[in-house]
């Protein structure tokens, strides 16, 4: 298989989508009103772990580009978690890709103790070859839950998947402190936002 030319409109769509997420956040700082985004990243699916997880599920090769949703991937960061769900909402009245499936796993967080909303897109791209529509998922998180997530990771990584209890029940208890700190933070928003207005326009 040519992975290279597979690949190719997948790190578009992900340049793409930067780029357009990256100008929201601007057009808010040029309003001087604070934006819901605090950074945008984005990568596309090494070719390693698409297969890892074509295997796991028993996708077969030809199935791969529509069962697997997220070999592009962007994800946007936000302070507060008010912020993710104003993303979600701009991001629903967007027309220039079409949502697939919404995931709401903060209100519903995974047996990990994981927390992201994440969103499955139809974005059309267009190729040397004419357009072509491709799937992209969009995590929209809070910096804490990125925080816990990006950890957990490591650590499943590191294990193979195979965390060991101990250290599972301290990840459960730590995204449980994750998201104290975020209901915290939300308490002391509105002064929080008040102070980086001031801040800005120094
Ligand atoms: P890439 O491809 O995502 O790595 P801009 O110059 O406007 O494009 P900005 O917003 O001024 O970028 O950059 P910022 O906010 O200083 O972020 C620098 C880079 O670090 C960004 O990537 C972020 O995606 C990344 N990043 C990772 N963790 C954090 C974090 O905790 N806070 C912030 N602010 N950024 C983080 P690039 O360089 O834009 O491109
Ligand atoms: P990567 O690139 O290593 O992050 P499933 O695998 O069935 O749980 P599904 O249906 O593929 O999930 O999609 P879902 O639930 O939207 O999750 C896909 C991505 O969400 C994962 O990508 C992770 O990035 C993130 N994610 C989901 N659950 C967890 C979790 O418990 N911990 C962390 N750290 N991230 C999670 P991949 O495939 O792992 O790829």
Not at 2 to 15: K, L
Not at 139 to 145: D, E, K, N, P
């Amino acid at each position: 298989m040519n992975w290279e030319a597979i690949i190719a409109p997948y790190s578009q769509v992900v340049e793409e989508l930067k780029v357009k997420l990256k100008g929201m956040r601007r057009q808010f700082e040029y309003e001087a009103r604070h934006s819901p985004i605090e950074f945008i990243t984005g990568r596309v699916k090494p070719v390693q772990s698409i297969l890892e997880k074509a295997e796991k599920r028993q996708i077969p090769l030809e199935r791969i580009e529509t069962d697997i949703q997220d070999i592009a991937g962007v994800r946007v960061v936000c302070q507060f978690v008010d912020d993710i769900y104003m993303v979600v909402d701009m991001l629903r009245s967007r027309k220039d890709f079409k949502i697939i499936e919404e995931k709401d796993y903060i209100s519903d967080k995974k047996a990990s103790g994981y927390r992201s909303y994440h969103m499955t897109i139809e974005y059309p791209v267009e190729t040397i070859h004419g357009n072509k529509k491709v799937l992209a998922e969009i995590q929209i998180r809070t910096l804490a839950m990125n925080f816990w997530a990006t950890n957990e990771h490591s650590l499943n990584y590191k294990y193979k998947g195979r965390i060991p209890v101990e250290v599972k029940q301290r990840l459960q208890r730590a995204a449980e402190a994750a998201f104290k700190l975020d209901e915290e933070m939300s308490k002391i928003k509105t002064e929080v936002q008040e102070a980086q207005r001031i801040f800005h326009r120094k």
